[in-house]
């Protein structure tokens, strides 16, 4: 059976429990350090996940006459980050 990805507010719950960890003060140094680096590569993989999510709200655009549009992103009309992937 393949692992499945934590959810984003799976991995949150994560990051604020190596956080209260480390805030206690009462871990090793070796421990805390490992907990940095965990809690380091969550906080990345969150706002990489924020940011996708984002772009997949809405794009804007401005028109040669300098007006504005919203439309939905190419990435929101996607399944999956790897449709188009081949063009």
């Known amino acids: 059976m393949a692992d499945k990805k934590p959810s984003f507010e799976e991995d949150l719950v994560r990051l604020e429990a190596l956080a209260d960890q480390m805030e206690q003060g009462e871990l090793p140094l070796e421990q805390l350090m490992d907990a940095y680096e965990k809690g380091a590569k969550l906080a990345k993989s969150l706002e990489t996940r924020l940011k996708t999510a984002a772009a997949r709200l809405h794009e804007v655009s401005q028109a040669k006459d300098g007006t504005l ?19």
């Open 69 to 87: 549009s919203v439309e939905e992103s190419d990435v929101a009309k996607q399944e999956s980050l790897l449709d188009g992937a081949e063009e």
